[in-house]
């Protein structure tokens, strides 16, 4: 059961192995500013994941929210009001995670400064979407 | 001069003057704030100008962690010991003018990717 916590450890959280949908790492220009780079993260039934302590939530668009630790400012999930699934932040893992990144999305958003070369799939928004 | 902000727009800095060791950092702090790896540059404490109040938050002795505490966007890291400041590359307005320069602290990495760019690993 992959778990993770914040860097400061007040928030945990955890959810079944078998509940993880796509992996991505997301070059959005909300996702770069707020963790400071990419943001990669496992999409997993909101009802499936577990959340001990108390993320304070931003609205950084409407219906949409971005949990963070506010002791230690770590980056830890997004939901949506009209989705089920949520956004929970893959560097918060602790020990192995037996997942893999499948894709990076928003790339036509990434930052000037790096070049993505793991030959994974690229999509220019959401992972439905053309390859970028 | 470089200008970069928070996601909400609140905070604001600017970077004047010569900026050094552009990198990505795979350290387990910078990877459990950041959410997966957090790409930073550095410059004189002096050249940064921040305009907004940010927390700080120690996760060791010798060094703090900037971020803004409305909408948790992780900006800015110092050695107690040192007059320089790192700032997060993800924050800035492009063009930014600059490349990453090296991996560090990839004995830490995460095992749900790879590092493929090319870019030296230190």
Avoid: N
Avoid at chain 1, 49 to 56: D, K, L, N, T, W
Avoid at chain 1, 59 to 87: H, I, K
């Amino acid at each position: 059961m992959p778990d993770g916590s914040c860097l400061c450890g007040d928030i945990r959280f955890e959810y079944p192995r078998d509940a993880v949908g796509v992996t991505t790492a997301c070059h959005c220009g909300q996702c770069r500013k707020q963790s400071g780079h990419v943001w990669a993260i496992a999409e997993v039934p909101k009802v499936q994941v577990s959340i001990e302590g108390a993320p304070c939530w931003y609205s950084s668009s409407p219906g949409t929210e971005r949990g963070f630790c506010p002791r230690c400012g770590s980056v830890l999930f997004w939901r949506a009001e009209d989705e089920d699934l949520m956004s929970v932040s893959l560097g918060a893992l602790d020990g192995p995670t037996s997942l893999k990144l499948e894709s990076h999305i928003f790339v036509k958003d990434k930052g000037d400064y790096y070049e993505i070369a793991d030959g994974l799939p690229q999509h220019a928004a959401f992972e439905e979407d053309a390859d970028a | 001069m470089l200008e970069g902000r928070c996601m909400c727009g609140e905070v604001a800095f600017s970077v004047s003057g010569k900026v050094q060791g552009p990198s990505a950092c795979h350290c387990g702090q910078c990877r459990k704030q950041s959410g997966h790896v957090w790409a930073s540059a550095y410059a004189p404490e002096s050249a940064i100008d921040i305009r907004g109040h940010v927390r700080w938050y120690e996760a060791s002795p010798t060094a703090k962690r900037g971020f803004w505490p409305r909408c948790g966007s992780f900006l800015f890291w110092t050695a107690h010991d040192e007059d320089t400041m790192s700032f997060a590359l993800g924050a800035l307005e492009s063009p930014t003018g600059i490349r990453l320069e090296k991996h560090i602290f990839t004995a830490d990495k995460g095992d749900y990717y790879d590092i493929a760019d090319g870019v030296p690993q230190k």
